[in-house]
Every structure is written in structure tokens, then in C-alpha cells.
């Protein structure tokens, strides 16, 4: 049930800014490169690592069409455009989205990591 819930809070704030004007927002490796590592990158994906410790926060950034994985899941506050919306993310949660835009804080005490991989 706890599954269904955070898909559904994740994908109201997603779908809220799917369609949100693209204006010169970097990809996430670009905007913030202390936290999200380059592991692969071809003509059809990029891979990424995000690594959040305890209130460490990125900087506004874009992802293509992407699926997550969660390694270490934690306390985060997403921003968009449209909202904010303070989670809290199980370890290995996995979700898909569409395109978006936003901004992630580990509002917790643990270190939040993820696998990230992006439609080109």
C-alpha cells in the first residue's frame, strides 16, 4: 500500500510539470555534479548515480524520460515548479516518469543513492 501511495503522490508531482517550458535547464550531471556521477553514456541512455548525504541539496536541473531506482531510499522534499512535496522513499523503490524539471533535498539522516537511467 505504502508503494501505491508514494507512486501516486511521485507521479501527481511529476505530471503537474510534465509540460512545463524547457528553458535552458541543464541535465542533472551538469547542474550538479557533486552529486549525480556519469556512469555511461551512448545515443539511446544516460546512467547516472545520485548520491544526496543528509541536507545536501541539488541544484535545479532536467530529466529526460527516465526509470530510478532507489539503492538507499530516505527523507527528500522534491520542488517543481508546482509544488513541494517531502517524501519518504523505501530502499529500492523504482518508479518511471516522463520528462521534468526540479530540485531534490535529502531532508533526512541518512544518505539517500540512486541509479538513474534516462531516455536520450
Same mark, same amino acid.
Given at each position: 500500500? $505504502? #508503494?501505491?501511495?508514494?507512486? @501516486?503522490?511521485?507521479?501527481?508531482?511529476?505530471?503537474?510539470? @510534465?509540460?512545463?517550458?524547457?528553458?535552458?535547464?541543464?541535465?542533472?550531471?551538469?547542474?550538479?555534479?557533486?552529486? %549525480?556521477?556519469?556512469?555511461?553514456?551512448?545515443?539511446?541512455?544516460?546512467?547516472?548515480?545520485?548520491?544526496? #548525504?543528509?541536507? =545536501?541539496? /541539488?541544484?535545479? !536541473?532536467?530529466?529526460?524520460?527516465?526509470?530510478? %531506482?532507489?539503492? #538507499?531510499?530516505?527523507?527528500?522534499?522534491?520542488?517543481?515548479?508546482? $509544488?513541494?512535496?517531502?517524501? =519518504?522513499?523505501? /530502499?529500492? %523503490?523504482?518508479?518511471?516518469? /516522463?520528462?521534468?524539471? !526540479?530540485?531534490?533535498?535529502?531532508?533526512?539522516?541518512?544518505?539517500?543513492?540512486?541509479?538513474?537511467?534516462? $531516455? #536520450?
Amino acid at each position: 500500500m $505504502k #508503494k501505491v501511495v508514494l507512486t @501516486a503522490v511521485i507521479s501527481a508531482l511529476l505530471f503537474g510539470n @510534465a509540460f512545463a517550458e524547457n528553458t535552458r535547464v541543464e541535465s542533472a550531471h551538469i547542474a550538479s555534479p557533486n552529486q %549525480y556521477e556519469l556512469l555511461l553514456e551512448n545515443q539511446v541512455v544516460t546512467v547516472l548515480k545520485m548520491t544526496l #548525504k543528509p541536507g =545536501e541539496q /541539488d541544484n535545479w !536541473h532536467k530529466h529526460n524520460a527516465e526509470t530510478v %531506482y532507489f539503492e #538507499k531510499g530516505g527523507k527528500a522534499t522534491i520542488t517543481t515548479t508546482e $509544488k513541494d512535496m517531502t517524501l =519518504e522513499i523505501p /530502499d529500492g %523503490y523504482v518508479m518511471w516518469h /516522463d520528462q521534468w524539471e !526540479h530540485r531534490v533535498k535529502n531532508v533526512g539522516d541518512t544518505t539517500i543513492t540512486a541509479i538513474i537511467v534516462e $531516455k #536520450k
